[in-house]
């Protein structure tokens, strides 16, 4: 038997234990008291205790049975009424049992023979309760399952929903990813016959996006996503031969906050595309934190395009903690602050 089937089983017999000892005690305080508020006058304490005390102990012995008994018949589909209906007829039974038991154990605590004459009385004044207490205990059992089966089916659920989850958004940046290199890639083959240097430049750049989106699957700092983005619009600049700034206005303390890779490519590339041909132009991000629960994040020029993959990422990843507002100039984007262990 494993440590933890035989920690389980230890819990279980001292919680059936103690049940069933509160229950002895509030017993015999219950008839002790009854004694003296009516005809019967003062009794010993201690005799009532040792008596419901060794009722509990039976009880206690008695209740594993009738586990067994609830869960061989559990009160759910398909077999509900069937069970029902057999917990009905076996209820009476075991009440009758138990109180037969009783007797016996009464008998023999008082160094008699058992008798038949105390079967049946203690089954004649004790079978209808013995009958609800055995109905109880098979309630309770059948409520436990049913709290333990929910709980478990939840668990399995929230996993399930998890797994799903993370394969979306494994698909939505595998969809970024590529299209990130693919557009980088092209841009070089544009110029790497008419100018050698530069071409050659921008593969060192490229390598190093591509080394900076291999090493991240989740959440990065977001010092290293504007890192990226730097490089990506400087991959531009070199492409096209004109002067495209990238600046970024973000306080130092924020740049280790984590945030999802690639976080901010998709909105830069559009703000890239409203920059087209124009010389001198500048892509601008402006981060801030205005109440410690999450990011603002501004990006300028908007080219009045919605990414819609990033839009679908970033929504299944915060739910409605995330905005995303497209005005006329600019994208603004708001998102909670994130867990380190991220999965995106």
Partial sequence: MSNVRTRELLRFTLMLLGVWFVFGVFNASLIHRRALATTLGEIEWFPVLQFQMCSSLLWATFTPFIIAIADALPIRRPHALRNVILLI?????????????????????????????????????????????????????????????????????????????????????????????????????????????????????????????????????????????????????????????????????????????????????????????????????????????GLLIDIRPHAGEIVEAARIRLQRLFGAEFVLDNAAMATTLRIPLLEETLTA
């Fill in 89 to 293: 007829l076996l209820l009476p039974a075991l009440g009758i049992a138990r109180a037969a038991l009783g007797g016996a154990v009464l008998n023999l605590s008082e160094g008699d023979r058992i008798s038949v004459d105390m079967f049946k009385l203690s089954v004649a004044i004790r079978t209808h309760s013995y009958s609800l207490l055995a109905a109880i205990i098979v309630g309770a059992t059948n409520m436990m399952r049913l709290a333990r089966e929910t709980g478990e089916s939840e668990r399995r659920q929230i996993a399930l929903r998890t797994r799903l989850t993370r394969m979306e958004m494994d698909s939505l940046r595998a969809q970024l990813q590529p299209e990130l290199i693919f557009r980088m890639l092209e841009t070089i083959a544009a110029v790497i016959e008419k100018d050698a240097a530069s071409a050659d430049a921008m593969i060192v750049t490229l390598s190093q996006v591509i080394r900076r989106s291999l090493a991240h699957a989740g959440a990065v700092p977001l010092g290293d996503d504007l890192e990226l983005v730097a490089r990506y619009v400087e991959l531009h600049a070199m492409a096209t031969g004109k002067s495209l700034t990238f600046r970024c206005h973000v306080d130092d303390d924020l740049l280790d906050i984590p945030v999802p890779a690639f976080l901010l490519q998709p909105f830069v590339d559009d703000a890239i595309r409203a920059s087209a041909g124009r010389d001198g132009a500048a892509i601008e991000v402006t981060v801030q934190c205005p109440d410690d629960s």
